[in-house]
């Protein structure tokens, strides 16, 4: 990166402090510059958000280079999120970390960290949650495709779905979509998929794989990615089962 666009940057993160500043390093022929863009997170303070109709306007003007975050009262090294979504971006990241000194009170803007896509995988075990990149929906996606090569799509949901008792179950509403059956006849196989509802005003919030032998993986907010014995709460938790439909006639 250039002088300049490292200066941009790190005045664009002491701008947005305490949340976190986000946008796009480009090429305009021969000029780098770097693009300010509004975060549109519902919770910019932790999260960033590239709206993509902001996105697709830069993208038309000039050539993306790069994709920047700032990281307000943190280091500029990348989290697992933005490691995860690095990958999905295919370009590089710069991250700037920054900070209140506690004695001074003065901001203190550090280097910028960039980093690029490398075919890194969250562990299906021990990752941190972060909704929408890292929940428990993320993780049946990862483990379908890391375990049985089988990519299962994605949908957009909102933190906190499950809190608007307007709000419809992303799990009732999707699992045809995404490939998957209802499971009637009260059987569980290994890779089943196992729907929950645990304090949730909009019906079914939580899933799990089942792993065969009574253990579930599973991922709960706040919480790391981890196994479980599956019975008691959980299965007093679960509405219903979906299998794959690869798998119906096994």
């Known amino acids: 990166m250039r ?5 941009d940057i790190k005045q664009h993160a002491l701008e947005a402090y305490p949340k976190e500043a986000c946008g796009l390093i480009v090429k305009d022929g021969r000029k780098e510059l770097y693009i300010p863009l509004e975060n549109t997170s519902e919770n910019p303070e932790e999260h960033f958000r590239i709206c993509p109709e902001a996105y697709a306007e830069v993208e038309e003007k000039y050539q993306v280079m790069a994709i920047f975050h700032s990281h307000p009262e943190a280091t500029s090294k990348p989290s697992e999120a933005d490691r995860v979504l690095c990958e999905g971006t295919q370009l ?4 700037v970390g920054l900070y209140k000194d506690n004695v001074t009170g003065e901001m203190v803007v550090l280097d910028p960290f960039q980093f690029v896509p490398e075919g890194y995988e969250a562990p299906l075990e021990g990752r941190i949650f972060h909704h929408g990149v890292l929940d428990c929906y993320s993780l049946i996606r990862d483990y379908y495709r890391q375990k049985l090569g089988i990519e299962i799509m994605d949908f957009e949901r909102k933190d906190n779905w499950w809190e608007d008792p307007n709000a419809s179950s992303m799990y009732e509403d999707h699992f045809e ?13 290994e890779h089943d998929v196992i729907i929950m509802e645990i304090c949730s005003s909009a019906g079914p919030n939580h899933a799990a794989v089942y792993l065969g032998d009574n253990l579930m993986l599973h991922h709960m907010a706040a919480q790391p990615s981890t196994k479980a014995v599956y019975g008691g709460s959980w299965q007093y938790a679960t509405r219903f089962v979906v299998r794959y439909k690869d798998f119906i006639d096994e």
């Open 92 to 95: 590089p990241w710069v991250i």
């Open 3 to 7: 002088k300049k666009t490292i200066e």
């Open 177 to 189: 979509e995404a490939g998957f059956v209802k499971v009637t006849d009260g059987s569980l196989k």
